[in-house]
Every structure is written in structure tokens, then in C-alpha cells.
């Protein structure tokens, strides 16, 4: 069965304002979607709306021909949400946060595969120090490491990138592209250019079309 | 979620105590204020230290939920599929900071209020069995509230009146065992019924209450 998100018809609105109407388009495995739109455009709305977090005003969002809500498990155990807010708790360490995603993605608790997130980002040496301790870019890197949690299939970022230094920016488009390569796909928002990424395997929606 | 709740509360051990001292702080001035005699003490106990476990238990629903929403985390659980046991987990946290604390000490409360013996272990036994209750309740109340700017306060206005029942039982347990011993059971029954249906419901429509808050 093909990993393909459809979305259809869609529109969202914040208050009493519409963000964005009437928007369709796919995310195929190996795509790699980029969210495009002046802030406010409704790109966060969008992404949260494709997690099942908020309620679509009108249209669908379907995953494998099925709806996409947050009680299709299906679905919620196929994709991972990193979101504006890391979702971690401040006075938990590194691996104490990634320790309870573990139960939480229903994986196995298993310290090595923390261990080996935590060295993928680079950021194991800091794994015993808390949250509140850490720079703003590395809490953003411990974030990023529950993508590496079990495997999935729908990454969904919202900008990834805010605070990562260059180096580390290179390490997360590294792997978005191994992701891709597994036949995963990603649907985010950024404002930072994807240089490393082949253009071939990118999908560019613009959301302020008016 | 049980251990990771239970952590950040050790690790905030702060927001802990201030539920108990709370509780402690209310049922100490009571008798200080009112100036009577001893004889009345008894009398007062049952509703004034159910009273004052209501209000320090609903002193730290605010939180239940709302550092879980401002730091994300709590997208995270409601996509997790396990929203229910992780409901649970929190409320029993919950209760197992504020509930149980306030539950251990409440002999030393009631012996300043000149209970003794069975009145005694009626109050703890009452205050075991109803505290449970008031958190998984309070759990609805929280995350109805969730995200909403005034949240804390208008949790006590929802919470408050869904209380009732439990306080009416609680202290009738207590105020029987001064008056009717026979009843005593009654009463600790009911509490116990109440509690079963909150923890099987209660977190059905927290999560049901989550899910529309984190909107």
C-alpha cells in the first residue's frame, strides 16, 4: 500500500479569518514537501492540521485512503511532529525526555537507541545535563532526535532549522535525505534554504496565493 | 508517564509542599478564628478538613495539564495513542502529590480536632478513598481549562459544584462515625463506587476535553 498523504479541499481558518481555502496536494513516499508563505500564512495551522491537532474548517486529510485524525493509529504511529515548542520538560535530562517518547511512540524502552539518536546529532556528551541547562540550539537538536526514535514513515517539522548553527543545520538536511532515500517522506515549513537536499525530490506549495 | 510525572515533581518539589501546607494552614486557622471550645472541635472536623482538601487539591489542577500544553509535549501525548493511560498516569501523579500527602497527615489533623480513635481512621480512611475521586474530576476541569488565559480560576467554578457529592459523602463518613458508627460503611462504599466510575470515565473525558483545548 502506498505512504501517501492527500490532502483535499482543504480550509482552515484562525479566528474569524481564512488562512487558506480550497488546498489540495499530495506528499508521496521520497517527497519531500516545502510549506512556502509570508508569516501568518497559515503554514503552522497547516502542519498542526495535517497532525490532527486542530480541526480543518473544510476538506480532508487522508493518509493511505484513510482520514488522517488523531484517532487513526494507524496514522499517529506513522508519523513523528516536531513542532515549534520542543516538547521537552525543562528539568528532565536529554535522555530522560527520550527515554519517555520511547513509551510514548509505544517503542521498547531502549537506552542504546537513545544513545545512538543522541550521538547521530552530536549531542550525547551534553545527554546528563537538564533540558534548562542546554542552549536554545541544542534543546532544538534533542527535539529533532525523536525522529530517530523507531522508525517512521511522515516527518512533520516546523522550521526545523530556528537556532541550529550551520554544521548542525548540514546534519539534520543529512538526515532528511536518508529519510527520504527509505521511502519517507516530509512535509515541513522553513525559511531557511534546503541546499543539500536534490530539488528533484522537493514539492513547493505556496500558501498566500491571493 | 507515571514515573516521568512523579520525577518533575520531585525534581519541582516546591509546588508539592505548597499543597500540603496549604491544607494544613486552612484547617489550623479554623480553629483559631472560630475561638470555641473544644467540645465543638469534633463537631466542625468532618466538613472543615474535606473543605480544605477540596481547595488544596484544586490549588494544583492548574498545572495539571497547562506546562504540558506550553512546552508542546502535550501534542506529542494525544498523538500518541495512549492518551487514556497517560491521562491516568497524570491524574494518579496527581494524587499521589497532593491526595495522598494530605491523606497520610490527616490523623494529625484530626486529633487536633479532638477526633479519636475510629473517628480517626474513618477520616483517613474517608480522605483515601475521596481525594482519588476529587483529582479525576479535577482532571476534567483542567483540561477543559487548558490554554485558556483566566484557566486557573475558572477551574474552581467548574471543579467546585462536580464536587459536591464527594464532600457530602466524605464528611457524612466522618460526622457518622461521631454520631452513628453503623453508618460509617455506608458512606465509605459510596465513596468508593464513585471513585471506580471516576477513574474508569473521568479520563475518557479528559482526554475527550484535551483533545478539542489543544485546538
Known amino acids: 500500500m502506498s505512504k501517501q498523504l492527500t490532502i483535499q479541499g482543504l480550509q482552515c481558518e484562525r479566528g474569524e479569518r481564512v488562512l487558506f481555502s480550497d488546498l489540495s ?19 503552522t495551522t497547516l502542519l498542526r492540521t495535517i497532525a490532527g491537532y486542530t480541526l480543518p474548517y473544510a476538506g480532508t486529510v487522508s493518509w493511505n485512503e484513510k482520514p488522517a485524525t488523531l484517532s487513526n493509529s494507524s496514522y499517529t504511529q506513522a508519523y513523528r511532529y516536531v513542532g515549534h515548542q520542543n516538547g521537552l520538560k525543562k528539568s528532565l535530562n536529554a535522555r530522560e525526555n527520550l527515554e519517555f517518547f520511547q513509551q510514548l511512540y509505544g517503542l521498547n524502552a531502549s537506552s542504546d537507541s537513545v544513545t545512538s539518536a543522541l550521538e547521530t546529532l552530536k549531542i550525547n556528551d551534553k545527554s546528563q545535563l537538564s533540558i534548562r541547562d542546554l542552549s536554545q540550539g541544542q534543546q532544538r537538536k534533542i527535539a529533532l532526535a525523536r525522529l530517530l526514535l523507531g522508525s517512521s514513515d511522515l516527518w512533520i517539522l516546523d522550521e526545523p532549522f530556528t537556532s541550529l ?44 496565493r491571493e | 508517564m507515571l514515573k516521568r510525572d512523579l520525577l518533575l515533581a520531585v525534581r519541582n518539589y516546591n509546588d508539592v509542599l505548597i499543597g500540603l501546607f496549604f491544607f494544613i494552614v486552612v484547617v489550623a486557622l479554623i480553629p483559631i478564628s472560630l475561638n470555641e ?27 495539571l495539564f497547562e506546562e504540558d500544553h506550553a512546552d508542546g509535549s502535550l501534542d506529542l501525548i494525544l498523538s500518541s495513542g495512549s492518551v487514556y493511560q497517560c491521562v491516568l498516569a497524570k491524574v494518579a501523579a496527581h494524587w499521589l502529590v497532593t491526595g495522598l500527602p494530605l491523606t497520610l497527615i490527616s490523623p494529625l489533623i484530626g486529633l ?53 457529592p464527594v464532600m457530602v459523602y466524605g464528611a457524612a463518613a466522618v460526622r457518622s462515625s461521631i454520631n452513628s458508627p453503623d453508618n460509617v460503611m455506608t458512606y465509605l462504599l459510596l465513596l468508593t463506587a464513585m471513585l471506580i466510575i471516576a477513574v474508569v470515565f473521568a479520563p475518557i473525558a479528559t482526554a475527550a476535553a484535551l483533545k478539542i483545548s489543544n485546538d
Open chain 1, 25 to 43: 496536494f499530495t506528499v508521496e513516499p521520497g517527497q519531500l514537501c516545502h510549506l512556502n508563505g509570508a508569516n501568518g500564512s497559515g503554514k
Open chain 2, 112 to 164: 487536633a480536632y479532638n477526633l479519636h480513635g475510629e473517628q480517626l481512621s474513618t477520616l483517613f480512611m474517608s480522605l483515601l478513598v475521596g481525594t482519588p475521586v476529587l483529582s479525576c474530576i479535577g482532571a476534567i476541569g483542567a483540561a477543559l481549562t487548558t490554554g485558556l488565559r483566566s484557566g486557573s480560576s475558572i477551574i474552581a467554578l467548574i471543579v467546585l459544584p462536580l464536587n459536591i
Open chain 1, 165 to 208: 548553527d550551520l554544521a548542525s543545520r548540514n546534519l539534520i538536511e543529512n538526515l532528511m535525505q536518508q529519510h527520504l532515500h527509505q521511502e519517507g517522506s516530509i512535509i515541513l515549513t522553513t525559511h531557511h534554504p534546503l541546499v543539500n537536499i536534490p530539488s528533484g525530490s522537493i514539492h513547493v506549495i505556496e500558501l498566500d
Open chain 2, 37 to 63: 471550645s473544644t467540645q465543638i472541635l469534633p463537631r466542625l472536623a468532618p466538613g472543615l478538613v474535606w473543605i480544605a482538601a477540596l481547595l488544596s487539591s484544586i490549588l494544583s489542577l492548574a498545572r
